[in-house]
Nanobody, 120 residues
Framework: QVHLVESGGGLVQAGGSLRLSCEAA????????MGWFRQAPGKQRELVAT???????SYADSVKGRFAISRDNDKNTVYLQMNSLKPEDTALYYC??????????????WGQGTQVTVSS
């Protein structure tokens, strides 16, 4: 079995920074894409950033230049460095990792979510 553990959310003033972490644990054979999504109250879940196993990244337009995704393959961990935070970044942030567990086909796993609240 595989589970993801997120950490790093919290309350911060506008202009501040936070760093989210998400570690995949369990029977992991290989990891492909790692990413972050967020969902604000009353809104649909949206993609924030992704990073492939080769290191290529993509970002939502709303976070480009402020957020940076990175990964530590030895630790099966993905990070999201969030700078210059704005009140509109307030949301529940979820990590998503596509991986193979044992000899099973690749599947998508979700973290439990971590709250990020930015005050004005």
């Amino acid at each position: 079995q595989v589970h993801l553990v997120e950490s790093g959310g919290g309350l911060v003033q506008a202009g501040g920074s936070l760093r989210l972490s998400c570690e995949a644990a369990g029977r992991i054979f290989s990891i492909n894409v790692m990413g972050w999504f967020r969902q604000a109250p009353g809104k649909q879940r949206e993609l924030v950033a992704t990073m492939s196993s080769a290191g290529s990244t993509s970002y939502a337009d709303s976070v480009k230049g402020r957020f940076a995704i990175s990964r530590d393959n030895d630790k099966n961990t993905v990070y999201l460095q969030m700078n210059s935070l704005k009140p509109e970044d307030t949301a529940l942030y979820y990590c998503n990792i596509k991986l193979r567990s044992g000899m099973l086909p690749s599947d998508s796993y979700w973290g439990q979510g971590t709250q990020v609240t930015v005050s004005s």
